[in-house]
Every structure is written in C-alpha cells, then in structure tokens.
C-alpha cells in the first residue's frame, strides 16, 4: 500500500511542476541553511533546489508586498507590478 503523501509531499510536488523560474541568479546562503535545503532537496525528492529557494522568497514576497512597495518605491519587476 503506498505511503499517504503529507502537506511537504504536496508541496514539494508543486515546486517540481514550477516551469517560471529561470534559477539563473546566484543566491548566497548562511552554509548550514544551505545544508538544510540540500537535505529537503533530497528528501522531498525535488529536481533543483533553486525551484525550492525561489518558492520560498516568491512566497516571502507575496505576502509582504504592501510592505515591499513601500520600501522600494513601486520600482518595475515581475513580483512588484
């Protein structure tokens, strides 16, 4: 009988069938959060980790918005308009 899949499962799924992302910037990481995103990369058995950082802040971003468009002024970008 298969294993029930949990919330991470789900969202791990998610962010493997994630297309957006470009992961072409480089992104610089406290060394033992970085070990912990390698680690979930593993075990939620995600393709790239970058979909799994980018996830993360797009979230960040999205429900900090208003207080992002204060602080930057409404300057242009994907996340901001």
Excluded: C, W
């Amino acid at each position: 009988m298969p294993e029930e899949q949990n919330e991470f499962d789900n969202i791990m799924q998610k962010i493997n069938d994630l297309d957006h992302f470009s992961g072409n910037a480089p992104v610089y990481l406290d060394k033992d959060l970085h070990e912990v995103l390698i680690k979930l990369k593993v075990a939620g058995e995600l393709k790239k980790v970058s979909n799994l950082i980018s996830y993360l802040v797009e979230n960040f971003i999205k429900d900090n918005i208003n207080s992002i468009h204060k602080t930057l002024n409404n300057k242009k970008n994907r996340y901001l308009d």
